[in-house]
């Protein structure tokens, strides 16, 4: 706000949760394919991505005169559940061209759960660490999904994440990453 001051610029900042990721996906196309399953309001589990999705819009819809400070939230929220938001996605996709195909990597691997729990932490900057080990960002298709969230129950065997990368080698190492770091989610 500060920086926006002296340069003549209004900046707002909101704050926010910052304990896990937003969604499910990390990585270009994993994140990608997140944000518009929110735009066609499905109800793939995202709930946290919508929700800071609908605080943003809103807050940016809050700086236009017309609305009401307060009401954007809800008007973000009529405007997705409408599928307007969807439409002018789909808009701006055509008005760009054809659109790429959002894949996943070559190879993929599902970390299981070695115990039953609840997710209690995740370290979001060992998990960057993680996906950027599988080629992401620089490959679009790398990456991973996370499949537990903190507060979720899991049972042993089942997957807490699962990561996708272009080759072998950087499974691999990603893979090996995970074991030295399989704290970066804490369980109870």
Known sequence: EYVGEKMGMYVEC?????????????????????????????SDGLQDLKTKSLQLAGRILEFSSQVRPGRGEQLAEEILVSGRAWEKMQALIRAQGKPKELKTAAFHYDVPADRDGIVYAIDNYRIGRLAKLTGAPQDPSA???LFKKVGERFEQGEPLLRLYAETEEELAYAREYWEANREMITVT
């Not at 926010?16 to 944000?35: S, T, Y």
């Open 143 to 145: 990456g991973l999904d």
């Open 14 to 42: 909101l704050v926010g949760d910052v304990l896990q990721p937003i969604g499910r996906g990390i990585g270009p196309c994993l994140e990608a394919r997140d944000v518009l399953a929110v735009l066609q309001n499905r």
